[in-house]
């Protein structure tokens, strides 16, 4: 089969899935201090806190889930080039 010419962001997205996965730093990144303004709003009885942590985990949601789909998109690209190698790859000899 002959390898599929890839683009720097579809070999950059295949490096990433290949790494075994760690910490999730992004998720610590607005999941802490979103919990800190609710312990806030908690302490003090502040709505405009508990806003603000919403407000946080609306938008750092919204943004991962448009990164999700990019990322599907691109790796939708990938398996179609990896379909048409195949296609195109000479079927295999019966030996013998």
Known sequence: MPRPTLT???????VRLRQ????PMFELGYLVPSG?????????GEPAAFA?????????????????SAGLALLR??????????DQAPPPRADG
Do not use: C, D, M, N
Request: hydrophobic letters at 55%.
């Open 77 to 86: 690209t990938i398996l179609q080039k990896y379909e048409t190698a195949l």
């Open 52 to 68: 603000a942590a919403f407000a946080v985990i609306a938008t750092f949601s919204l943004w991962s889930l448009r990164a999700q």
């Open 20 to 23: 075994p996965h760690s910490l």
């Open 8 to 14: 720097p962001e579809e070999t950059a997205l295949l």
């Open 36 to 44: 800190l303004l609710i312990g806030f709003g908690f302490l003090r």
